[in-house]
């Protein structure tokens, strides 16, 4: 099993829609969670960071969080053409008692999103 | 402006030939990482350094070797050794535990 797997997509969604992506991870001890976009030949860039489980809401981003599922999510509201890239679920995980862990990235969904 | 600068962006490697990619912080962070992205596929991490002059190899090191000689630098070496060097090279920061990483705007390797 990966350790973190995201839905494979690619997902293609009208503008205007909702677009949801998924992403799964096999560590029970992490603590942190983020989603990056990245557009294509670009550098990723960060979106949104969840720590506790629940939803949390940034504009038209919503992130949520089941810990006890061993899963996290981003809905993004309204979809703009703009909004199409590859999303990156990226995981902190204990790099052997290390202070500062690492990120574990997800394979990556594409998303477009089509007028 | 703070941030994470990586030179050069585009980068040729001849058979045989060591090359080495740039990345330098000044952001004050601690930590700093190596990842390779080919495409199609999400990151994988190479190094990563939490301290000057102390660093621990990542899931695909072989091939590749780095220095953290002063805090703001984490130059990454592509060895002959690495006999599929063709990627796109991400160098990133974070400042403390559990924050996300910011991520320079990446160099792109090919071979000649």
């Known amino acids: 099993q990966k350790e973190v797997e995201q839905n494979s997509g690619p997902l293609s969604v009208p503008e205007g829609a909702i677009a949801s992506l998924n992403c799964t991870y096999s560590?029970?001890?992490?603590?942190?969670f983020f989603w990056y976009r990245q557009y294509s030949g670009k550098s990723p860039e960060l979106i949104m960071s969840i720590y506790s489980n629940g939803d949390k809401e940034d504009g038209r981003f919503t992130a949520q969080l089941n810990k006890a599922s061993q899963y996290v999510s981003l809905l993004i509201r309204d979809s703009q053409p703009s909004d199409s890239a590859t999303y990156l679920c990226a995981v902190n995980t204990n790099a052997g008692g290390t202070s500062y862990g690492k990120l574990t990235f997800g394979q990556g969904t594409i998303l477009t999103v089509h007028p | 402006d703070g941030g994470i600068t990586q030179s050069p962006k585009y980068l040729f490697r001849k058979e045989g030939q060591n090359v080495t990619l740039s990345c330098e912080q000044n952001l004050n962070h601690d930590a700093m990482y190596w990842y390779r992205q080919d495409p199609g596929q999400g990151l994988r991490l190479i190094y990563y350094?939490?301290?000057?002059?102390?660093?621990q190899k990542g899931d695909i090191a072989e091939g590749y070797s780095v220095s953290r000689e002063k805090k703001e630098s984490f130059p990454l070496t592509v060895t002959s050794a690495q006999k599929n060097p063709t990627a796109f090279y991400l160098c990133?920061?974070?400042?403390?535990?559990?924050?996300?990483?910011?991520f320079g705007d990446g160099t792109r390797l090919s071979i000649l």
């Open positions: 350094s939490q301290i000057v002059n102390d660093f």
């Open positions: 560590d029970r001890g992490s603590q942190s």
């Open positions: 990133a920061s974070r400042g403390y535990t559990n924050q996300p990483q910011h």
